[in-house]
């Protein structure tokens, strides 16, 4: 049995490299006056016209407490597949827990001069450098790829709905929802109204808790920011 767990553990930082910061990931949480002294000048550097600085913090806050390295808990489940009954719970790494299949879309984006640009060919000066080599336990680079592609989202969902006036608090609700419950909640949002119901669900949070926090925790960081 002892072999085993070995062999999974082995298995599972294979597939899920963060695993290898377990020793300190606990040791890397702050309090919201710390992330905004260690991070306030990137959040500041990558916000855009819809993702602001206070946001990307809010985030920060809530998905990891400011932990770079942020894992997910691992969790038992039946299965016939040995590897899968001792397992993380998900792909989530880092300070605001992209899973692996945003983070591959993330990576596509960055920010130039607060603006999303898309990744293109080495030669055009104008579009995004090494985006390969970004990675989510990077500040640096979680940040940067988070606003992007919270921004190119919003965007996208908002531009089926272009004769619809929406203000930058309903742009920023859209964005909290897209990063809980992902894209297609996200155009369900807009689509109602940017309305969400009592008791619904993304996963086993309620987001109306989730958004509630955000709210919060912005109000907290712009305090902290002097604004």
Not at 125 to 137: E, H, I
């Amino acid at each position: 049995m002892g072999g085993f767990f070995a062999v999974n553990l082995i298995y599972q930082v294979v597939r899920k490299p963060g695993e290898l910061f377990a020793p300190i990931s606990g040791s890397l949480s702050k309090t919201p006056p710390s992330i905004w002294q260690s991070y306030g000048a990137l959040f500041e550097k990558h916000s855009t016209s819809i993702i602001s600085p206070e946001l990307l913090a809010a985030l920060a806050q809530i998905e990891s407490d400011g932990n770079p390295v942020a894992r997910t808990y691992w969790r038992w489940q039946w299965s016939w597949n040995p590897f899968e009954i001792y397992r993380p719970a998900s792909s989530a790494l880092g300070m605001f827990q992209l899973t692996d299949g945003t983070f591959i879309e993330a990576r596509k984006y960055c920010i130039r001069d607060h603006t999303v640009v898309a990744d293109g060919p080495w030669h055009d000066l104008s579009s995004c450098w090494f985006n390969a080599f970004y990675t989510r336990t990077l500040p640096s680079h979680a940040v940067e790829m988070t606003a992007a592609y919270l921004h190119q989202s919003v965007v996208d969902i908002l531009a089926a709905r272009h004769a619809v006036k929406v203000s930058r608090a309903q742009k920023q609700k859209l964005a909290a929802v897209i990063h809980l419950c992902g894209l297609k909640r996200g155009e369900t949002f807009a689509a109602h109204g940017f309305r969400v119901a009592q008791d619904e669900l993304c996963g086993t949070h309620s987001l109306q808790r989730y958004l509630t926090q955000i709210d919060v925790m912005k109000k907290r960081f712009a305090q902290l920011a002097g604004n």
